[in-house]
């Protein structure tokens, strides 16, 4: 009975994973550090979904040479995507190879959205408060 009883729960589980649906993130924006574009290998960003379960990489990059970048992922889960923004700079930082890394939380009302969130122009510069430091991104 207990085999039985493992089967359908196996088989219900199983029926429920496949159900699970594929979500969509876009967001775009620009990094300068002062006055100058903060691109290539001085800044680089990474999207993640932070929901029940391990972290999923929605997306990486550096950004552009000007300072832009688009990242556009996806995630495939059985609850909706949280939404994270991790940015890791050396911009207005002395100390190498780690990078000063910022966490973002994303706004949910953007899933799915054909244009994305834009953050906007970001001066890297500036320091938050949980800013923390990186060396494995």
Known sequence: MKTIACAILALLVITKLTEASTQRYIVHGKFTCGRRASGGSETS???LDKS???DTNMGK???NGDGSFRIDGTSRGLTSIDPEL???T???DGIKPCQRKWKIKLPK???GDQNGFDIGIINL???LKNEERDCWH
């Open 45 to 47: 960003i990474k999207v």
């Open 52 to 54: 029940f379960g391990p």
């Open 61 to 63: 990059m550096k950004a």
């Open 86 to 88: 991790h940015i890791y």
């Open 90 to 92: 050396d911009c207005d």
């Open 109 to 111: 009302k953007y899933i």
């Open 125 to 127: 510069e500036m320091e």
